[in-house]
């Protein structure tokens, strides 16, 4: 059996074949271009392990692999780095280091299948679209505000009459600022049309299926939160408990530890930040209800651990339980239930419960 490691570049990739005892078979450089990496492979042995880094643009590598019947190793590059120690840093180290499958102790992460790939850009495009959205909008509210221009009282100021409003206001601005922001202004309309076509094919395609509307039981979340979610976490037998969960979804806090001192740290930035964006949006979510809902578990989990750390750590402490409920509930195929009901639900909020 040999290894294969390909480090991979934005226009090429370094490729190094090895043997169990270590002998280099071969290296060489791949341009990238269609069928390069077949023909590299051209020959393998069926099955035979390919290790590359979870890089941006591993997608179309990986499928190459496959396609020539080798089997796809993802690595996590950071953990493979700190494994090895090294402080130099060239290609053929990348490539070497990434032959650490040939020692069982390849720090591999779980490959999304094709399908799911592609299904999941649909609601992350959507976040990128309406982060830019949001943007201009904020742009276009302080342009008025430079001039000291009031702007009508409307629950959307960016609705059919809000629109009406700002267009005839507008014109009280100077005239080079008035042309740029008519220009944001329709970039925004366009902006609303693109995620409504957006939302409109992923209501289409997700519908409301089982794991949907076990997801939209969740307090805060609805259906984009739910096809987030879903779609991003894609098998939940790869996590083994509610922890290891919270932790990929970027809701567990960094611990310091040495001697009788402990700290906590902010939470770390190595996870999925779609999954933690929509945990943390169903927990703002809750927070801005809990006062018709004081009842309501997460409700008192935020109200206490606000008086001790504030909102932000608050919002992350109720991302957290939500996290771990998902865990339960998708494992076990339940909606959501309050503590005593939901094993999700009964674990207290602790930094440590990792």
């Not at 102790?105 to 830019?132: G, K, N």
């Not at 693109?194 to 997700?206: H, K, P, S, W």
């Not at 997801?215 to 037998?237: C, Y």
């Not at 509610?242 to 770390?268: D, K």
Request: proline share 5%.
């Amino acid at each position: 059996m040999l290894y294969t490691a390909f480090d991979i570049h934005k226009h090429y990739t370094w490729a190094r074949v090895e043997r169990p005892d270590g002998t280099v078979v071969r290296e060489k450089r791949i341009a990238h271009e269609p069928g390069a990496f077949q023909r590299f492979l051209a020959g393998s042995e069926p099955g035979a392990p390919v290790a590359v880094e979870a890089v941006g643009n591993w997608y179309w590598v990986g499928d190459e692999i496959e396609a020539a019947g080798c089997t796809l190793q993802l690595v996590h590059a950071y953990k493979a780095k700190l494994m090895l120690g090294r402080v130099k840093k060239t290609d053929r180290l990348d490539a070497a280091g990434l032959v650490l499958q040939r020692a069982g102790t390849l720090p591999a992460v779980w490959i999304p299948p094709r399908a799911l790939r592609d299904i999941r850009e649909l609601p992350r495009t959507r976040m990128v679209l309406v982060a830019q959205r949001t943007r201009l909008k904020n742009r276009i509210h302080a342009t008025f505000s430079k001039y000291g221009i009031l702007l009508p009282k409307v629950a959307d100021l960016f609705g059919k009459q809000g629109r009406q409003g700002l267009q005839a206001r507008r014109r009280e601005l100077p005239p080079h600022t008035e042309f740029v922001t008519a220009q944001l202004l329709a970039q925004v309309e366009n902006l609303d049309r693109t995620i409504a076509d957006l939302e409109q094919r992923t209501g289409e395609l997700f519908e409301v299926d089982d794991t949907i509307q076990l997801l939209m039981s969740l307090p805060g979340v609805g259906f984009i939160l739910a096809v987030v979610i879903a779609t991003e976490i894609g098998d939940i037998s790869r996590f083994s408990r509610p922890a290891q969960l919270a932790a990929y979804a970027g809701t567990t806090p960094r611990v310091h530890e040495s001697g009788a001192h402990r700290y906590y740290g902010p939470v770390r930035s190595d996870v999925n930040r779609y999954l933690k964006w929509a945990f943390v949006e169903a927990a703002n979510g809750v927070c801005r209800t809990r006062g018709k809902h004081p009842q309501r578990e997460l409700s008192r989990v935020y109200d206490r651990v606000a008086k001790r750390k504030g909102h932000k750590n608050a919002v992350v402490a109720v991302a957290r339980r939500l996290a771990e409920a998902t865990y339960w509930m998708l494992t076990k195929g339940e909606t959501y239930r309050e503590s005593g009901s939901s094993r999700g639900a009964q674990v207290a909020y602790s930094p440590l419960s990792d």
